[in-house]
């Protein structure tokens, strides 16, 4: 059974930092690409980051520079370092894996930027 738990979330003031991690289960972690997404209130999921199993990573426009994806297959664990957080970044961020056909999310993790 594949299980993604995500943690680290919180209340941040504008400016500062948070670490996102998603601990895995279930998988051969080191085979599959990981991923990082968020939906902010009455918007769409999208993609935020995403990190491939040889660690070639890429980010959307708004995150570049701010945002870091990595993983360690040691710990079975992908990482979102967030830094420069902005009240746009508020969202409930989930984490996501493709093993062959089929897509698996975790529960999410809420980031609230706000003064």
């Known amino acids: 059974q594949v299980q993604l738990v995500e943690s680290g979330g919180g209340l941040v003031q504008p400016g500062g930092s948070l670490r996102l991690s998603c601990a895995t289960s279930?998988?051969?972690?080191?085979?599959?690409?990981m991923a990082w997404y968020r939906q902010a209130p009455g918007k769409q999921r999208d993609l935020v980051a995403a990190v491939t199993n040889n660690g070639a990573t890429q980010y959307v426009d708004s995150v570049k520079g701010r945002f870091t994806i990595s993983r360690d297959n040691s710990k079975n664990t992908v990482y979102l370092q967030m830094n420069s957080l902005k009240p746009e970044d508020t969202a409930v961020y989930y984490c996501?894996?493709?093993?062959?056909?089929?897509?698996?999310w975790g529960q999410g993790t809420q980031v609230t930027v706000s003064s």
């Open positions: 279930g998988i051969i972690f080191s085979d599959f690409a």
């Open positions: 996501n894996t493709k093993v062959i056909s089929r897509t698996y």
